[in-house]
């Protein structure tokens, strides 16, 4: 036991719970003693006093029992220390085993997901690729149906056009029929008693067989209406134009869709017929014979499309003039005719009509107007050959020429450039003259 000067311990540690294990171990090794106190300010140190007595009294008498319950506090602090120490070092080394185990893991957990990380790409790649061989068979379907479709479209465009063809066909045949039945010397005379003048006033045998023929040869309705609608800006606001050689009135309906008065005149009864059910104003007249009879500066436009060419020089050269003597000042004149620049032209497509009598060259029908007296003469070509039909190109696209023959390549080249425009030049041209 300490004397009383010794360290004393705090009055109030007992009712410490929280004191930690190496408090009471070092209270226990230096036998300290508990401090005695009061909270009473005027008798507390007569009882303190007083405690200090009894304690002195009392002490030898329970000395051995304090010494036993030393010993036992004591041991069991030493045992409490130790088992706490044991938990400590044990506490290290499971933090130490369970790092060792975690970094373990953790190792083993970075192999496993480097392994499926390279699983996962190879399995995405194989999806990309799948997904984009299903989309490249899918967009390729999709278009091998649409290239069916339209095909199917036009096919059946085709076959109704054909079938409208074949129906308006037969009916001219049958007036045909109806006519040579009637008539079987020739027909009667046409509406105005003028004569052709390369035939009689009323032989029209024949005249269902070129309408078979402009619908074969000539080409579709609509791919006329599209090629001659680059002549509506010299019509517009005109007021009666005249159609000559009106045939099956695509012209006409341009300009009915442009609302310009107009009409139409052709000696084949089939195209009058045809042009008449379709509501036009056509009349069966002889073309020189009709704009002879107009009053001077009564149209205001005058339009020929595959009409002086059946016309020998004389009378094209006559055409022009009544046509300028006819017209109002300001209008036009427009005549078209097929291009003899191009040679498939002149040798192969002109010579298809055989009532055809010779070409015009564009250079002498400018200058023909020229001196009529025309003004702001000028060619205007189109309908061009698809390059299809034309010779295929030396250089083109994904063709480059060799180094060494570069030069020669480029000459070839150009060779076949100027021969494609020799050969498959414009197929019509046409020759606008203003009064």
Same mark, same amino acid.
């Given at each position: 036991?300490g004397?009383?000067g010794d360290?004393r311990?705090? +009055?109030?540690f007992?009712?410490?719970?929280?004191?930690?294990?190496?408090t009471?171990s070092?209270?226990?090794?230096?036998?300290?003693?508990?401090d005695?106190s009061?909270h *009473?300010?005027?008798?507390?140190?007569?009882?303190?006093?007083?405690?200090?007595?009894?304690?002195?009294?009392?002490?030898? =008498?329970?000395?051995?029992?304090?010494?036993?319950q030393?010993?036992?506090?004591?041991?069991?602090?030493h045992?409490?220390?130790?088992v706490e120490?044991e938990?400590?070092?044990?506490?290290?080394?499971?933090?130490?085993r369970?790092l060792e185990?975690?970094? !373990?893991?953790?190792?083993?957990?970075?192999?496993?997901?480097m392994?499926l990380?390279k699983?996962?790409?190879?399995?995405d *790649?194989?999806?990309?690729?799948?997904a984009?061989?299903?989309?490249?068979?899918?967009?390729a379907? !999709?278009?091998?149906?649409t290239?069916?479709?339209?095909?199917?479209?036009?096919?059946?465009?085709?076959?109704?056009r054909r079938?409208?063809?074949l129906?308006?066909?037969?009916?001219?045949?049958n007036?045909r029929?109806?006519?040579?039945? +009637?008539f079987p010397?020739?027909?009667?005379?046409r509406d105005?008693?003028?004569?052709?003048?390369?035939?009689? =006033?009323?032989? %029209?045998r024949?005249?269902? +067989?070129?309408?078979? $023929?402009?619908?074969i040869? @000539?080409?579709?309705?609509?791919?006329?209406? &599209? @090629?001659q609608?680059?002549?509506?800006?010299?019509?517009?606001?005109?007021?009666?134009?005249?159609?000559?050689?009106?045939?099956?009135?695509e012209f006409l309906e341009?300009?009915? @869709?442009?609302e310009?008065p107009a009409?139409g005149?052709?000696?084949?009864?089939d195209?009058?017929?045809?042009c008449?059910e379709?509501?036009?104003d056509?009349?069966?007249? &002889? =073309?020189?014979? %009709?704009i002879?009879s107009?009053p001077?500066?009564s149209?205001?436009?005058? $339009?020929?499309?595959?009409?002086?060419? %059946?016309?020998p020089a004389?009378?094209?050269?006559?055409?022009?003039?009544? +046509?300028?003597?006819?017209?109002?000042?300001?209008?036009?004149?427009?005549?078209?005719t097929?291009?003899?620049?191009?040679?498939v032209?002149? =040798?192969r497509?002109?010579y298809?009509?055989?009532? %055809?009598?010779?070409?015009?060259?564009p250079?002498?029908?400018? $200058?023909?107007?020229?001196?009529?007296?025309?003004q702001?003469?000028? !060619?205007?070509?189109?309908?061009?050959?698809?390059?299809?039909?034309?010779l295929?190109?030396?250089?083109?696209e994904?063709? &480059?020429?060799?180094?060494?023959?570069?030069h020669? $390549?480029?000459?070839?080249?150009?060779?076949?450039?100027k021969?494609?425009?020799?050969?498959?030049g414009?197929?019509d041209?046409?020759?606008?003259g203003?009064?």
């Amino acid at each position: 036991m300490g004397d009383p000067g010794d360290e004393r311990i705090p +009055a109030d540690f007992t009712r410490n719970p929280d004191t930690d294990l190496e408090t009471w171990s070092d209270i226990w090794n230096r036998g300290r003693e508990l401090d005695i106190s009061s909270h *009473r300010s005027i008798i507390g140190p007569i009882i303190v006093l007083f405690k200090k007595l009894v304690r002195a009294l009392v002490r030898p =008498a329970l000395a051995d029992l304090f010494e036993l319950q030393k010993s036992f506090n004591t041991v069991l602090i030493h045992n409490v220390n130790r088992v706490e120490s044991e938990g400590i070092t044990r506490s290290q080394e499971g933090e130490e085993r369970l790092l060792e185990q975690t970094e !373990l893991i953790n190792g083993r957990s970075d192999s496993l997901f480097m392994v499926l990380d390279k699983r996962l790409e190879t399995l995405d *790649r194989q999806l990309d690729g799948f997904a984009d061989e299903q989309a490249r068979q899918t967009r390729a379907g !999709l278009e091998a149906l649409t290239a069916d479709y339209r095909g199917c479209v036009e096919q059946i465009n085709g076959l109704t056009r054909r079938l409208a063809e074949l129906r308006q066909q037969q009916f001219m045949i049958n007036r045909r029929i109806e006519r040579f039945a +009637a008539f079987p010397e020739g027909d009667p005379v046409r509406d105005d008693g003028e004569a052709d003048g390369g035939g009689t =006033a009323g032989d %029209h045998r024949d005249d269902h +067989a070129y309408y078979l $023929f402009e619908n074969i040869f @000539r080409g579709a309705e609509e791919v006329i209406l &599209e @090629r001659q609608s680059v002549y509506l800006p010299y019509f517009k606001g005109a007021e009666t134009v005249l159609d000559v050689g009106c045939g099956r009135g695509e012209f006409l309906e341009l300009l009915r @869709r442009e609302e310009v008065p107009a009409y139409g005149i052709d000696l084949n009864e089939d195209m009058i017929q045809v042009c008449r059910e379709k509501g036009f104003d056509v009349r069966q007249a &002889e =073309a020189l014979a %009709h704009i002879g009879s107009l009053p001077a500066e009564s149209l205001g436009g005058i $339009f020929m499309a595959q009409f002086i060419e %059946h016309l020998p020089a004389a009378s094209i050269i006559e055409a022009a003039r009544l +046509a300028h003597d006819k017209l109002r000042p300001g209008g036009h004149l427009v005549m078209e005719t097929q291009n003899p620049l191009s040679m498939v032209v002149g =040798a192969r497509n002109f010579y298809t009509d055989m009532s %055809h009598i010779r070409p015009i060259h564009p250079e002498a029908a400018k $200058f023909m107007l020229q001196m009529i007296g025309f003004q702001q003469v000028e !060619l205007k070509f189109l309908a061009p050959f698809s390059p299809d039909e034309q010779l295929q190109p030396v250089l083109g696209e994904g063709i &480059e020429p060799p180094v060494t023959d570069h030069h020669l $390549f480029q000459r070839v080249a150009g060779n076949f450039e100027k021969i494609n425009d020799l050969m498959f030049g414009y197929q019509d041209f046409g020759v606008i003259g203003r009064k």
